[in-house]
């Protein structure tokens, strides 16, 4: 049974970080396309960064440099670091997995591309 379980969401000041972790179990994060996405009320989900099986990364037009996905395959584990924080990054964040290692193969941002979804972690953004 693949489980994914994310962490590290909470309330941060504008300007902050936040480093989210996601702990696969079930599946291997360095044999997948790995992402996050994330939703914000009132909005679609949207994704934020994916990584491949061979570890080419792709990020959203958004991201403007201010975030990094990373993995760690002994930890079987997914991260997202986030640096200055600005308020319309608050949302729900969530971890997905291909079937496959490819991000391109359905668009690395499209959900339903994506079989498996964590329940997600919520980051707050207040100044």
């Known amino acids: 049974q693949v489980q994914l379980v994310e962490s590290g969401g909470g309330s941060v000041q504008v300007g902050g970080s936040v480093r989210l972790s996601c702990a696969a179990s079930g599946i291997g994060t360095g044999d997948k396309c790995m992402s996050w996405f994330r939703q914000a009320p009132g909005k679609e989900r949207e994704g934020v960064a994916a990584i491949s099986a061979g570890g080419t990364e792709y990020y959203g037009i958004f991201v403007d440099g201010r975030f990094i996905i990373s993995r760690d395959t002994d930890e079987n584990s997914l991260f997202l670091q986030i640096d200055s924080l600005k308020p319309e990054d608050t949302a729900m964040y969530y971890c997905?997995?291909?079937?496959?290692?490819?991000?391109?193969?359905?668009?690395?941002?499209?959900?339903?591309?994506?079989?498996?979804w964590g329940r997600g972690t919520q980051v707050t953004v207040s100044s």
């Open positions: 997905a997995a291909k079937m496959i290692g490819s991000c391109v193969s359905g668009g690395w941002s499209a959900t339903y591309a994506y079989t498996y």
